[in-house]
């Protein structure tokens, strides 16, 4: 039984970091066929992807060029996880965040299989 | 960063079929096999539905089908339920930022 488990604040300040951590049950971060993604929700933005991590014998990332100055992700495979930090927040950056597992399919795309429960952040003073 | 285009609800009664389409580009939907569906409940995380344009998870029911023509992808639910109403919502690889592409959401209304 693969799941996702989302954990950080509601709340952040403007201008400041916004941090989330996606635990993994049931598979390993550093899985060959895997991809981990966050994934975000708001009424004016839609479904937004912001970026991966993966392993293929070492760890490559993929961020959405509207964040990439302002996007990490890393992985700690001790405690199997993956998390995400965003800088410089602004109240456009409200939304639900998710974190999902993309899987390799037979054709070589990843579709998202496994998401967490969703983590609502809302970027206000 | 656009998003691809689906109309925002489709309704149909108990039984009958129904189908949502998702519209995007030569960079996307056009030039990948890579559509998926993702269905999404009031409150919850979506829940992936279709991936590769038309293959089924395990445990998705075979109501669900999808399928392409050109820039364009479509779901398909047959013997529409009332536990299919919800939230749907296409993706697609894009050869340019972001990469991943999602729809901009299909309200399905059971009536």
């Known amino acids: 039984q693969i799941q996702l488990q989302q954990s950080g604040p509601g709340l952040v300040k403007p201008s400041q970091t916004l941090s989330l951590t996606c635990a993994i049950s049931?598979?390993?971060?550093?899985?060959?066929?895997?991809?981990w993604n966050w994934i975000r929700q708001s009424p004016s933005r839609g479904l937004e992807w912001l970026g991966r991590?993966?392993?293929?014998?070492?760890?490559?990332?993929e961020h959405a060029e509207s964040v990439k100055s302002r996007i990490t992700i890393n992985s700690d495979t001790s405690k199997n996880q993956f998390s995400l930090q965003l800088n410089s927040v602004t109240p456009e950056d409200t939304a639900v965040y998710y974190c999902a597992r993309g899987t390799r399919s037979r054709s070589g795309w990843y579709p998202y299989d496994y998401w967490g429960q969703g983590t609502l952040v809302t970027v206000s003073s | 960063q656009s998003a691809l285009t689906q109309p925002a609800s489709v309704s149909g009664s108990p039984g009958q079929s129904i189908t949502i389409s998702c519209t995007g580009t030569s960079s996307d939907i056009g030039g990948y096999n890579s559509v998926s569906w993702y269905q999404q409940h009031p409150g919850k995380a979506p829940k992936l539905m279709i991936y590769?344009?038309?293959n089924r998870p395990s445990g998705v029911s075979n109501r669900f089908s999808g399928s392409k023509s050109g820039n364009t992808a479509s779901l398909t639910i047959s013997g529409l339920q009332a536990e299919d109403e919800a939230d749907y919502y296409c993706?697609?690889?894009?050869?340019?930022?972001?990469?991943?592409?999602f729809g901009t959401g299909t309200k399905v209304t059971v009536v």
């Open positions: 049931g598979d390993s971060v550093s899985n060959n066929s895997g991809a």
């Open positions: 991590t993966y392993y293929r014998s070492k760890w490559y990332n």
């Open positions: 590769d344009v038309s």
């Open positions: 993706s697609s690889y894009r050869s340019s930022s972001p990469l991943y592409v």
